[in-house]
């Protein structure tokens, strides 16, 4: 039984570009959250999505933004890159649209912007 | 606004030390609380969860947690720490009836032989 999983492993960018960066939940789920760690920090949590939609937002700019397939795998997209956006970006399933279930994590993607 | 805070960003232990790391919250409503790990090279996992009952919990490897309501606070345990237990310890609290997780900084545990 596959995990989550999450592509690219590292991303390189420069400021000002926009980068596109992949999720495939656990089997069996179908609620899929966003969060960015920056380095030495706790994850942040940026939105999650249910059923194609974005169900909840955490406090980031409209220039995060992301999607949800049919199949239940999200992208999260950010334009307009910051050298502030480095960070790894954590992606994480849970069996529910809602309720009191654990995340699942994935290994992250890492992304940094020069 | 809702936070965690983890009060011991790093500690050093030698085995068979015990070991009690720190969380508090703040948010007024039902929580659900986590310790989620993170080996070095490794992705978060869960640790232990309270949801609801027993306010002590026990999770993998030993480790265990007490969840007390009226100091907003739910620190993790471990009698004896082994050279194994290093990683970086986050402690987590969703709101209920949500998904959305809300990490501490974390602690950076290192145990030495």
């Known amino acids: 039984d596959a995990g989550v999983t999450q592509s690219p492993t590292h991303l390189i960018k420069t400021r000002g570009q926009q980068v596109t960066l992949r999720c495939s939940p656990k089997?069996?789920?179908?609620?899929v959250s966003w969060y960015q760690q920056a380095l030495g920090q706790g994850p942040q949590f940026i939105f999650q999505?249910?059923?194609?939609?974005?169900?909840q937002r955490g406090n980031f700019p409209d220039r995060f933004s992301g999607h949800q397939f049919p199949n239940y795998s999200s992208e999260l997209n950010v334009n307009a890159l910051l050298l502030g956006d480095s960070a790894l970006y954590l992606c994480?399933?849970?069996?529910?649209?809602?309720?009191?279930?654990?995340?699942?994590f994935g290994p992250g993607t890492r992304l940094t912007v020069t | 606004a809702q936070s965690v805070s983890q009060h011991n960003h790093h500690v050093i232990l030698s085995e068979a030390a015990s070991l009690e790391l720190g969380c508090n919250y703040s948010?007024?409503?039902?929580?659900?609380l986590f310790w989620y790990v993170q080996y070095p090279g490794q992705h978060l996992q869960l640790l232990l969860k309270?949801?609801?009952?027993?306010?002590l919990v026990k999770g993998i490897k030993g480790f265990e947690a007490e969840f007390i309501k009226s100091k907003f606070s739910f620190n993790l345990r471990k009698p004896s720490v082994q050279w194994s237990d290093t990683a970086e310890y986050f402690c987590?609290?969703?709101?209920?009836?949500?998904?959305?997780?809300?990490f501490g900084t974390g602690t950076r545990l290192q145990v030495f032989p």
């Open positions: 948010y007024g409503g039902t929580v659900n």
């Open positions: 994480a399933s849970s069996p529910t649209g809602q309720g009191s279930y654990e995340q699942y």
């Open positions: 309270y949801f609801s009952g027993d306010p």
């Open positions: 999505y249910y059923e194609e939609e974005e169900r």
């Open positions: 987590a609290v969703s709101p209920y009836n949500t998904d959305k997780l809300i």
């Open positions: 089997s069996g789920h179908d609620t």
